[in-house]
């Protein structure tokens, strides 16, 4: 079983950044990774993915301020977040999929206004 675990959450003020990383246990080198996010009372929504070969999709809310990325070295895939808004606070969870759909605990991500 494939092992995803987030690290990086926290609480910001807003216009802020934080960087969230998800390291998997496994090679994710042939994987679609993901980031998710689910905020109190809402369904979870996807943020941003990369394809293996680095193509990237982005939640309209987020272009321009997330950047995602990968390293295939490191089995890791980041989530890079700028200029933080009230709205961005959930709890993001990070997801690779591969054949079949794996999950991270998730990481509390708090901004401030």
Do not use: H
């Amino acid at each position: 079983q494939g092992q995803l675990v987030e690290s990086g959450g926290g609480l910001v003020q807003a216009g802020g950044s934080l960087r969230l990383s998800c390291r998997a246990s496994g090679n994710i080198g042939s994987a679609i990774m993901a980031w998710y996010r689910q905020a109190p009372g809402k369904q979870r929504e996807l943020v941003a993915s990369i394809t293996d070969r680095g193509t990237t999709n982005y939640l309209d809310s987020v272009k321009g301020r997330f950047t995602i990325s990968r390293d295939n070295t490191k089995n890791t895939v980041y989530l890079q977040m700028n200029n933080l808004k009230s709205e961005d606070t959930a709890v993001y969870y990070c997801n690779a999929f591969l054949k079949l759909n794996y999950w991270g605990q998730g990481t509390q991500v708090t901004v401030s206004s």
